[in-house]
């Protein structure tokens, strides 16, 4: 069972902000309870400007990032991006790759391959950059804690340049590079630590357009940023709310072959939300490095016809049809292993589950789906010859960086944040990492903790239910992490009939409310989240929900996308 924790509202300051902004008393009470509750806050919210992006320089490291890439255009070096293989890296890298371009630098890049390499910056392709004559390697979403290959890069006479948001080592720093680029590095006082990988490279791309009299053209990059962020599930609060809100904005009328491809291969219309970006757009660009290489989401991007970018769209099209096939596989066998492991009886705070071989693209995407069912932290780890890759994901009130630093001494490699992590560990020491880390969950996580909530923005009539209902909720848009989607609660509703199971998984619901007005509602997985509870016609129910606008046809019509629901 969930939680319901159903937000509270000052009547009078709800008013007082709906009048001031001329919106819906709904409206205002969903600002009043993000944060936005003074008429100056709301508007800079609901009109998000360029004026808002932060200046590049306050960033620790730009300078001298700035002054050595300066160096190497005016001195015709050649410049090697090397991004990281999810949607983050590979769009950042587009975006520093393209700003270099305009600049007239000589560049490559270089996107690891997920299995042969993994992940962050390694020896032997920075041997491989020296070797080709580059001189200068500037890295995307990755290099934070890659102490030994940059070290090597320095004895070599090979500058680094680090961009990247992921936290660093406290007890080793910063591994010695010419500039490290990260928001979140000790000494670093940017006022907005929420940057994602691809966000700090644009943060770099806009220093160096201005430098060279051409900051006009930054903020055509933000279509792309936006997708990378989107795809990161970084707060879309501060900064990156304007960063998605304007990318989000000019991305209907993107010139760029890759963009409009993609687009199309996705069937997104000319409205773009953060759902489009999210449930779309970036898990086909992820499906390039999950299942094969992430280079061709690059090549995406540098198509010179559209012709050309529509056979890549088509290929990442196809790596996520297959992505989705090897995620379901994956997630039933971690799940039956889990269970013929004791599962939560034997360790109640922690899934960690390993198998031979399980693909390592998708073991992300399966720990994701286990720790919404068992709704604790979740590593899946994939086996070969002895040596394990893991990947894990945690829930709100446990920060997974922090447990997976407790065990630190178990792990080849690791790093990540506090909702996810990435790692490398020795077969053997699967059991201690399990016992380990339960161990520590167990101080660190109450009974509470472990019970699913659903945080409800507040308590809604069947009659104040309507399309208009949807527009107003657009004007907060776009929602993420920080502003999710509004999730409202409606009492006393009436199943009109028994629920119609669809695909042999979801539920759709048929409902009446006051003065008999009725409702549709879907509850995605509904016959396994509703848990045995019986939902017979005539029962009377509280629903936790969602509201949408349900196109189909030519039609539009108010559905309800159910969270959770009481039987009365």
Excluded at 262 to 273: H, R
Aim: with cysteine; hydrophobic share 40%; net charge neutral.
């Amino acid at each position: 069972m969930k939680r319901w924790t159903i937000k509270k509202h000052d009547r009078l300051e709800v008013k007082n902000l709906a009048n001031a902004l001329d919106v819906s008393p709904i409206a205002a009470a969903l600002l009043n309870s993000r944060g936005q509750d003074t008429e100056e806050k709301a508007r800079k919210f609901l009109n998000p400007q360029l004026s808002d992006l932060h200046e590049p320089r306050q960033l620790k490291g730009m300078k001298e990032a700035v002054n050595r890439v300066l160096r190497a255009i005016d001195q015709n070096e050649k410049i090697l991006i090397w991004g990281d293989y999810d949607v983050d890296g590979t769009t950042g890298t587009v975006v520093l790759r393209k700003a270099l371009e305009i600049l007239g630098a000589q560049t490559g890049f270089h996107v690891p391959h997920r299995f042969t390499e993994g992940y962050g910056l390694n020896k032997e392709h920075l041997e491989i950059a020296k070797n080709k004559g580059y001189s200068l390697v500037i890295s995307v979403d990755t290099g934070t804690r890659s102490f030994e290959p940059l070290a090597w890069a320095k004895q070599n006479n090979l500058d680094v340049i680090v961009t990247d948001h992921h936290l660093s080592d406290e007890a080793r720093g910063n591994p010695d590079c010419v500039a490290m680029v990260n928001p979140n590095q000790n000494g670093c006082e940017y006022p907005d630590k929420n940057l994602a990988g691809v966000g700090v490279a644009f943060k770099l791309a806009h220093a160096l357009l201005r430098e060279k009299g051409r900051e006009n053209l930054a903020a055509g990059f933000l279509k792309v940023v936006a997708i990378g962020t989107i795809a990161d599930m970084m707060d879309m609060t501060g900064e990156n709310r304007a960063i998605v809100a304007l990318g989000l904005r000019d991305l209907p009328k993107a010139h760029n072959y890759g963009l409009r491809a993609l687009m199309e291969v996705a069937d997104c219309n000319n409205e773009m939300t953060s759902f489009d970006i999210g449930f779309r757009i970036a898990p086909r660009i992820n499906a390039a490095g999950r299942m094969d290489e992430a280079r061709a989401v690059v090549n995406l991007f540098e198509a010179d016809s559209f012709e050309k970018a529509r056979e890549y769209a088509e290929i990442l099209d196809s790596r996520n049809r297959e992505r989705q096939k090897a995620q379901i596989e994956i997630t039933k066998l971690a799940m039956l292993e889990l269970v013929e492991n004791g599962g939560s009886a034997k360790f109640p705070h922690v899934a960690v589950v390993a198998g031979e071989k399980w693909h390592r693209g998708v073991i992300g995407l399966a720990a994701s789906k286990i720790a919404e069912k068992v709704y604790r932290p979740a590593i899946v780890i994939s086996m070969e010859d002895g040596v394990g890759h893991g990947s894990a994901r945690s829930i709100a009130g446990y920060h997974l960086l922090n447990g997976l630093d407790a065990c630190s001494e178990l792990f080849e490699q690791f790093g990540g944040h506090a909702g996810a992590a990435g790692m490398r560990i020795k077969g053997e020491n699967i059991d201690k990492l399990r016992e380990q880390l339960n161990a520590h969950a167990a101080e660190n996580l109450s009974s509470e903790d472990l019970i699913p909530e659903i945080k409800i923005d507040a308590l809604v009539s069947s009659q104040s239910l309507s399309l208009d209902l949807i527009e107003d909720l657009k004007q907060l848009e776009p929602f993420g992490i920080g502003n999710p989607k509004p999730i409202f609660a409606t009492r006393d509703l009436e199943l009109t009939a028994e629920p119609f199971v669809m695909k042999e998984k979801h539920l759709k619901l048929k409902l009446r409310g006051d003065k008999g007005k009725q409702f549709e509602a879907v509850w995605w997985d509904g016959v396994d989240k509703s848990n045995g509870r019986t939902l017979e016609r005539n029962s009377r129910i509280e629903l936790a929900y969602t509201p949408e606008a349900n196109r189909w046809n030519g039609n539009t019509r108010l559905q309800l996308k159910v969270e959770d629901l009481r039987i009365l």
